[in-house]
T-cell receptor, first 112, second 113 residues
Framework: DTAVSQTPKYLVTQMGNDKSIKCEQNLGHDTMYWYKQDSKKFLKIMFSYNNKELIINETVPNRFSPKSPDKAHLNLHINSLELGDSAVYFC???????????FGPGTRLTVT | AQSVTQLGSHVSVSEGALVLLRCNYSSSVPPYLFWYVQYPNQGLQLLLK??????LVKGINGFEAEFKKSETSFHLTKPSAHMSDAAEYFCAVTSGGFQKLVFGTGTRLLVSP
């Protein structure tokens, strides 16, 4: 009965490859987010979707493309992976009626 | 723009001692404030939140925080630390609606026996 789930939990890949991370929430929330946590534990928003519509797009390289097939899912596709993309990526969701966000367990991406 | 400052990247306490983690925010609109905890290799768990109303908010695991507008602070406290409280703690602010959460840099709480 996991509220916000992500797959995979770990992802190790080589530079130049393309990879995807999937996120699903079963909380009935309308808004979903992607955050990046760097090696110093700093958390920064990347994207946000509300009812499948992109509402926040921070200054993220074009190699990152989010996709929301429905309001319960938000996937992140990354093209041409670079060493600097190594981080933990967190998905989160929030209801329209509240402001708190609920986070998934994270995906640790390592680019070699 | 909103921002959060967490004073002290590391805080060490003895088991049973008072825990105080400091958070100051900057916001041009009324803020909504949160504390999250992150245990090793896990996601973030919401500890407590302040949106409106009572300025002293209680959260899970015996933690509480007080919103002080005059001091632009939202410090996290717990009367008596447990070993299980050892984790990374993040303060965050948003202006509500569809706005992003802006996080502080985190404070690692170390609890010694």
């Amino acid at each position: 009965d996991t509220a916000v789930s992500q797959t995979p939990k770990y992802l190790v890949t080589q530079m130049g490859n393309d990879k995807s991370i999937k996120c699903e929430q079963n909380l009935g929330h309308d808004t979903m987010y992607w955050y990046k946590q760097d090696s110093k534990k700093f958390l920064k928003i990347m994207f946000s979707y509300n009812n499948k519509e992109l509402i926040i797009n921070e200054t993220v390289p074009n190699r990152f493309s989010p996709k929301s097939p429905d309001k319960a899912h938000l996937n992140l596709h990354i093209n041409s992976l670079e060493l600097g993309d190594s981080a933990v990526y967190f998905c989160a969701s929030s209801p329209n009626s509240g402001y708190e966000q609920y986070f998934g367990p994270g995906t640790r991406l390592t680019v070699t | 723009a909103q921002s959060v400052t967490q004073l002290g990247s590391h805080v060490s306490v003895s088991e049973g001692a008072l825990v105080l983690l400091r958070c100051n925010y900057s916001s041009s609109v009324p803020p909504y404030l949160f504390w999250y905890v992150q245990y090793p290799n896990q996601g973030l768990q919401l500890l407590l939140k302040y949106t409106t109303g009572a300025t002293l908010v209680k959260g899970i695991n015996g933690f509480e925080a007080e919103f002080k507008k005059s001091e632009t602070s939202f410090h996290l406290t717990k009367p008596s630390a447990h070993m299980s409280d050892a984790a990374e703690y993040f303060c965050a602010v948003t202006s509500g609606g569809f706005q992003k959460l802006v996080f502080g840099t985190g404070t690692r709480l170390l609890v010694s026996p």
